[in-house]
């Protein structure tokens, strides 16, 4: 059973489109996090959220929001989306005392 | 946040030890050091955690000095499968002090 599990896992769109990404962790954990992975491989923290609190990287536009249906799921929504936004997005889980994130296996987004 | 720094990249032969050093001056004393491994196309994997002193598990030993202003992540005996992005990170046990990830270090490891 994959623990951490991100679809699609390719997603090519055009410039202006909305989109989602799923992400679901079957470990019990309690945090769950997003990722963005650039083509020079920075991972940068976007999201990190529990069911108490969404902490937000500052640097990340209002235009990406994270979605919590319920403590298993973190879904990333992406609106108008832009040729920059092209990167993998990594969906990553943790208990909130153990540094032993879980990543997903990632989202290629291609935007053109 | 501590900021870390580690060799861009290194090269080493199967069935070496592999050693990456990490700096970190700037650790707080909550602060624990974890290392993480990525192969091409796929997620970060963990490695090892350690506080202080040495850790030990199946994978790796890590190996912290009693200032802790640096780590060596210890890999023994690697093998090509190894060829991958090692990452050092810093932080404490509050979530809201997300790990942030450096470039990481390159590791070739050559037949």
């Known amino acids: 059973d994959t623990a951490v599990s991100q679809t699609p896992k390719y997603l090519v769109t055009q410039m202006g489109n909305d989109k989602s990404i799923k992400c679901e962790q079957n470990?019990?954990?309690?945090?769950m996090y997003w990722y963005k992975q650039d083509s020079k491989k920075f991972l940068k923290i976007m999201f990190s959220?529990?069911?108490?609190?969404?902490?937000i990287n500052e640097t990340v536009p209002n235009r990406f929001s994270p979605k919590s249906p319920d403590k298993a799921h973190l879904n990333l929504h992406i609106n108008s989306l832009e040729l920059g936004d092209s990167a993998v997005y990594f969906c990553a889980s943790s208990l909130r005392d153990d540094y032993g994130y879980t990543f997903g296996s990632g989202t290629r987004l291609t935007v053109v | 946040l501590a900021k870390t720094t580690q060799p861009i990249s290194m090269d080493s032969y199967e069935g070496q030890e592999v050693n990456i050093t990490c700096s970190h001056n700037?650790?707080?004393?909550?602060?624990?050091i974890t290392w993480y491994q990525q192969f091409p196309s796929q997620g970060p994997r963990f490695i090892i955690q350690?506080?202080?002193t040495k850790v030990t598990n199946e994978v790796a030993s890590l190996f912290i000095p009693a200032d802790r202003k640096s780590s060596t992540l210890s890999l023994p005996r690697v093998s090509l499968s190894d060829t991958a992005v090692y990452y050092c990170l810093v932080g404490d046990r509050d979530y809201g002090q997300n790990f942030v990830f450096g470039p990481g270090t390159r590791l070739s490891v050559l037949p």
């Open positions: 959220y529990n069911n108490k609190e969404l902490i």
């Open positions: 700037n650790i707080a004393t909550n602060d624990y």
């Open positions: 470990l019990g954990h309690d945090t």
């Open positions: 350690g506080y202080k």
